[in-house]
Structures are given as C-alpha cells and as structure tokens.
C-alpha cells in the first residue's frame, strides 16, 4: 500500500517566518503534489513536480515554493507566511497517469 | 479550461434512502473523471474513477459526456457513508494527478 508522509499534522507559525512542509512517498512515484484545502473551496494545486529537481507552477503559487531534491521527498516552503496562507496543506504522490495517493495532511495555522 | 461543479455544499439523508451526488464538468477534450472521499479523520482517497466503471462501496457514478456529468450514485445509503465527497477531473493526455477538483459535497447520512 502507498504511503505518503506529512511530517507534521499540526503547525503554528508567526507572521513573515519562514515555514518548511515535508512530504515523503515510498512507492517510487515520479509526481508529486502539493495542495491546499479550504472549506468551499476545494482542493487548489500549489506546486507539482514530475521529476527530480523539476517544478511547476499550479494554480495558486503566489508566495510559496518547492524543492524536489529526491525522487521520494517533496517540500512545500511559504517565504514569509502570512495569516490568509492558514490552511490545511494536502501532498499527494502518483504513478503516472494513476489516481492520486494523498497524506494525511498539515494544519498550518498563521498567526 | 476545466472546471468542476458540486452543486451541493451539503446533502443529508437518512439510513437506506437513496443518495446521488451531483457533478457537472466543462472540459474540452477527453475527460478522465474521479470521485475522491474523505471520512472523518482519515485521509483523502480514492473512491472510484470512471475508466474502471465499478461498484466501490455500493456506489457507482456514470460519465454522461452528453449532459457533461458524472454524478455519484448509491441505492441505499448507510451511516458509515458520511463523509467530504470531492469529485476531480483530468485531461486523458495530461497526467492524471494535475486534476481539477470540485469544491466539494459533505453527506450526512442520519440514523
């Protein structure tokens, strides 16, 4: 079975820090994801990635960025967070053209 | 571009009565439409996909290309059913994890 690993489920961080989102996928995905939940909204796509060191921009990407160093890990960085990027922050990995495989998801509250 | 309509926030109905699910696309090219659920304190999954066209859970959703929907459907609803049912599309030529997802129903089904 797919695992998909947040490394935290509850975050909360100061105006303007810097924040780090970890997540780890051990079924050897090449895509991953990162989107964020918000009640009524939806899901909305930040950042994917198909590759190592590859990115792109997805729907929502103003003040946030990523990094792909290895294949199983993708990091979600909000430069200076502010208080409307409180969210629930959803990782998602997938095998191609396959459904995605989500985490459990990291709360971030921005205060 | 692709969008993704629920219609319903929020849909409740009692134990053993029919439930549907609505979802309407607008998509230009060949879609690959999902349902995704999420049951309390568990993480987002997969409930079933068209291309498969299978029962999961007792529900089953059929693409109508002509009304551009794909709506969820179960004759008889049970308690454990409640739960956040989002509905994705995705491009059969782009990779299926860059999906466009409704904003999302929450069912209630009541004793």
């Known amino acids: 079975d797919v695992k998909v690993t947040q490394s935290s489920r509850y975050l909360v961080k100061r105006t303007g820090e810097k924040v780090f989102l970890e997540c780890v996928q051990d079924m050897d995905h090449e895509n991953m994801f990162w989107y964020r939940q918000d009640p009524g909204l939806g899901l909305r796509l930040i950042y994917f990635s198909y590759d190592v060191k590859m990115k792109e921009k997805g729907d929502i990407p103003e003040g946030y960025s990523v990094s792909r160093e290895k294949k199983e890990r993708f990091s979600l960085i909000l430069e200076s967070a502010s208080t409307n990027q409180t969210s629930m922050y959803l990782c998602?990995?997938?095998?191609?053209?396959?459904?995605?495989?989500f985490g459990n998801g990291t709360r971030l509250t921005v205060t | 571009a692709q969008r993704v309509t629920q219609p319903e926030k929020l849909l409740s109905v009692f134990k053993g009565a029919p439930v549907e699910l609505k979802c309407n696309y607008s998509?230009?090219?060949?879609?690959?439409l999902f349902w995704y659920v999420q049951y309390s304190r568990q993480r987002l999954q997969l409930l079933l996909r068209h291309i498969s066209r299978e029962s999961i859970k007792g529900f089953t959703a059929d693409l109508n290309k002509g009304e551009t929907s794909f709506h969820l459907k179960k004759p008889f609803a049970q308690e454990e059913d409640s739960a956040m049912y989002y509905c994705?599309?995705?491009?059969?030529?782009?990779?299926?994890?860059?999906?466009?997802f409704g904003d999302g129903t929450t069912l209630t089904v009541k004793p």
């Open positions: 998602a990995s997938s095998f191609k053209n396959s459904p995605l495989h």
């Open positions: 994705a599309l995705s491009g059969r030529d782009t990779n299926a994890g860059k999906s466009t």
């Open positions: 998509y230009s090219g060949s879609p690959e």
